[in-house]
């Protein structure tokens, strides 16, 4: 599916009226659900080695066929990332990367791409920035949601009304662990989609995928007709083959930004991550989710 296939957003990048008008992420996931297909979502470290190499790499991610791309704002003290991830944060912050040079980097890619962007970062970055020059300059930029991987529902009132008042979605994290309670209020709280951590602990490729993540999705489902992603270890196209059956889209991270630090350019990261998105959608498309429409 190519971004053609999505109608564009207003030249400043914020919805007139996010109530009504469907969102660059609404009308991907719409798209995804008609023809069956489970969604790709990829994560980048945005600044990686740098933020002209990002430019590069989100791109050629796009053109791929990844259908929503999560930026990863560089934090100093990543603890929900595993050491991936971390030491990728490390080389964008010492390459200058700040959430400002992120926000710019949107708006250049929204020269090229319609491809759905979120902005993942952690809270303090944005504290520091503040809520209401944040959300207006990432909705002028271009953006179309923000996910906030330390800030829980409870604390996250005011972050709400501020982003949804620029048009805005706000994506929250359910974990394991997660009660019933807490799911229907994560669930209330987010819009976009919603993020399933897959398993405990911090980012990274795994083997396998955990045997109660089928049962977690359906308890999620119960409080949310979002779209429900997954991520934390999914790496394989066999993770995102059965995945079809669960959720409605993969995130893969790490196993990006490992091609990224393995890489000896950009251009050579670029192509890696672009190969690696590729074999993970035609795993997309031909897995579970495609048989199980075609079988109705």
Not at 59 to 75: M, S
Not at 174 to 201: H, K, N
Not at 261 to 275: G, I, N, Y
Request: hydrophobic residues 50%.
């Amino acid at each position: 599916m190519s971004d053609a296939a999505i109608p564009p957003a207003s030249s400043a990048g914020r919805k007139p009226d996010a109530s009504q008008v469907p969102g660059r992420i609404a009308r991907r996931f719409a798209e995804l659900s008609r023809s069956g297909e489970l969604g790709l979502i990829a994560y980048i470290t945005a600044g990686d080695p740098s933020l002209a190499a990002t430019e590069k790499i989100v791109l050629a991610a796009a053109e791929a066929g990844a259908d929503v791309i999560e930026l990863g704002v560089p934090f100093s003290d990543p603890l929900a990332d595993g050491p991936v991830i971390q030491r990728a944060s490390e080389r964008a912050l010492h390459s200058g990367t700040t959430l400002a040079g992120v926000i710019d980097l949107v708006r250049l890619l929204r020269l090229h791409t319609e491809v759905p962007l979120v902005l993942f970062s952690y809270f303090n970055p944005i504290l520091q920035m503040g809520l209401e020059k944040f959300a207006a300059a990432v909705a002028d930029a271009g953006a179309d949601a923000v996910l906030v991987t330390d800030l829980i529902p409870e604390e996250a009132v005011e972050y709400r009304e501020v982003m949804r008042a620029h048009g805005l979605d706000t994506v929250f994290l359910a974990a394991p662990t997660s009660t019933d309670a807490r799911l229907a209020l994560i669930a209330e709280c987010s819009t976009g989609f919603l993020y399933i951590i897959s398993r405990m602990g911090v980012t990274g490729t795994r083997d396998a995928l955990p045997e109660d993540l089928p049962a977690l999705a359906r308890r999620v489902r119960q409080f949310t007709n979002l779209p429900l992603a997954v991520g934390f270890g999914i790496s394989q196209p066999a993770h995102v083959s059965v995945l079809g059956g669960i959720a409605d889209a993969a995130v893969v991270g790490s196993a990006l930004v490992a091609e990224i630090e393995k890489a000896a350019s950009p251009e050579a990261a670029a192509s890696a991550v672009a190969d690696r998105i590729r074999a993970l959608k035609r795993a997309a498309k031909e897995g579970i989710s495609r048989r199980s429409r075609d079988a109705k």
